[in-house]
């Protein structure tokens, strides 16, 4: 069979998976898909791909797809949640070797978060497809920043298979203040900053946030038929407890509880979708964490009725504090409500304070509009794809 023929099969194959997908995404194709307008760039070369259980084309891995056309890959780099995208958040994801294929697979989580000199030893070209959230704190764009960093400093060029981002119609939150720079936060931009992997990957370096200002060899496969006007279904989830689209959406408003007391209902089936805390009283709703493999194997709370507030129904699919306000408020014991990693989260120290001065969401957002407003102006540079709005 002929590269040709095979990429053609592929594409069929994807048109049959896809028959199924939402009307918001039935037409958009994602970078990987496009496999014409990259394989050339493949063909010949020792290719590393960074990846995970997110990284498909229809219903086939993307790894599959390209051992299938005939590409050598001679190392796999995994992000958070691991190659096989079934680890907790935080968990330690060490090396191994693919059963299925027999490669190397090297964990870019832990205390290996940036791929050294001798990690890419072997490797011609690098291949980034991984489904991001559009959530600043969502790890997936730490690990390309530092993939970035590591192919500019050793000269290897970085292919980016952009897809979709399921909350890139809107720009919304604090912009991060750089002291507070960390894993879950690298870069001065908001909570939710509207960008696809491409883009914020151009946006990295454009902006010469790489270290000592350094440009790496980037190109990206654009999505066809993609706009921020649209919402997009994810096929796939893109980690153990993003498991719906609502929870995915209600993503960059519960994902701050993480630097609280309270529980965003790790250890159930409806992780993100829920919040409560064995203290609060007189509400109705509970659930009570228990270990699930896969999931949440030592969840907060365990095997402790946490009582508070059901949101799978919620119709909110925009940024919100509403909740960690309201909660702060019923919380019995407001010196222990808040932790160190919720300033690493929102990204700054002050909105905490603001919290319990008593300030209201719409006063605390006038505190980071400036910001806000600088940043759009700048994102703007590096859009790939037509805007939510022309503002």
Known sequence: MTLRETILLISISIFINNSFASNDSLQIKTGAEQIDKYISLLKCKKI??????????????????????????????????GFRGNADAGEAVGSNIDKKTGISVLSLYGDHKKPQKSDLDGVDLIVFDIQDVGVRFYTYISTMHYVMEACAENNIPIIILDRPNPNGFYVDGPVLNTKFKSFVGMHAVPLVHGMTIGEYAQMIDGERWLNNKIKCNLKIITCENYTHQLKYNLPVNPSPNL??????????????????????????????????????????????????????KNPPYLNKACFGY????????????????????????????????????????????QIKKGMTEDQIRKTWEKDLKIFKNIRKKYLLYNDFTSK
């Not at 994902?255 to 309270?262: H, K, N, Q, R, V």
């Not at 919620?314 to 300033?343: A, G, M, R």
């Open 48 to 81: 590393g791909v960074v990846a995970n259980q997110t990284s498909v084309i229809g219903k086939t891995h993307l790894i599959d797809s390209l051992i299938s056309l005939g590409i050598e890959i001679t190392k796999i780099y995994s992000p958070e949640h």
């Open 243 to 296: 498991a719906t689209m609502n929870a995915i959406y209600l993503y960059p408003s519960l994902g701050l509880f993480e630097g609280t007391a309270i529980s965003v209902a790790r250890g159930t089936y409806f992780p993100f979708e829920a919040i409560g805390h064995p203290d609060f009283t007189g509400l109705s709703f509970s659930f009570t964490p228990k270990s699930i493999e896969g999931k949440s």
């Open 310 to 353: 059901d949101l799978r129904s919620d119709s909110i699919v925009i940024f919100t504090l509403k909740w960690v306000i309201d909660c702060y408020h019923q919380f019995p014991n407001k010196e222990k409500y808040f932790n160190l990693f919720f300033s690493k989260l929102i990204g700054n120290d002050q909105i905490a304070l």
